[in-house]
């Protein structure tokens, strides 16, 4: 069976390509330096894991599905993804992307969420937007492994609760460790925290809300979903930010790590939000087998 080697929530951030590798050193965010570190030791967290095909979560922000057809949880299943928009590429200066996909997993997860009662929508010709491609230049930027992609609606009421995000979440999970096959798999997905786009509390000094943020950081390293499923709701994630249901994606992630601590987390506050990086390792920790393995060898032969 298949192993799931990691699993990677956190928030991506479309300036962070043009803040930290484009813009002149002297023109830089303070925190440019920083912030670059982090992202730079999260990204390490997924190499650590060394896996071979990825599970990725994100979100279409308009850029395909609108109000009038947007799915709820869909699937791309295709041998190739072309990703990033034009207005990606104008405002954010991302480049451009052709990812490897998966079909062969894309169809058993389609097949396997059926069997487990979600009734997803499955794309041919789905294109990528950066709630794919910003994890993809944070964590794998050779962009070399084939993705499988799963899409949600975060942004187009009604959506659905916290709950049915957890638990497809679970099922992802149930689906990839009995996925017959030897691969490493890991998923990544990417949401937010405390947003506004749009609103008077957009572009701040800091996020929308700055407390909840820090609470739901909490939540997600300490893997309370109880505390999550208590205190989360439309209404709650709305009053932080209009954007703040893009945490439901991150509630999907915990979904397929499990109720568990995480091994990896950091953040960082910045203009406009705060930025989230957690790892889970559900096949444990391979930073702590490397180190065990490098404790186990001879003085003699490490000099």
Known sequence: MATLSAVLATTHHPFFYKATELTPREDQLPQAGEWKAKVAAYQETLTAAEPELLVMVGSDHFHQFFYDNYPTFLIGKQPRYDATFYNEIREF????????????????????????GFDLSISHELKLDHSIICPIITTRPQADLPIVPI????????????????????????????YPSDKRVAAVGSGHLSLELGGPRMFGEHGPDPAWDVQAIQWLANGDIDAILANVTWESMSKSGNATPGFLDLILMLGIAGPEPASYVDDLDLFHTREMYVTWYPDGDPRDRAATAEAEIPEAVRA
């Open 93 to 116: 200066s991302l480049p451009t992307y052709e990812l490897e996909g998966h079909e062969e997993l894309s169809g058993y997860m389609f097949q396997g969420l059926l069997d487990r």
């Open 151 to 178: 899409y949600t609606n975060i942004f187009a009421p009604p959506l659905p609760s916290p709950k049915r995000f957890y638990d497809l979440g679970r099922a992802i999970r149930e689906i990839i460790d009995e």
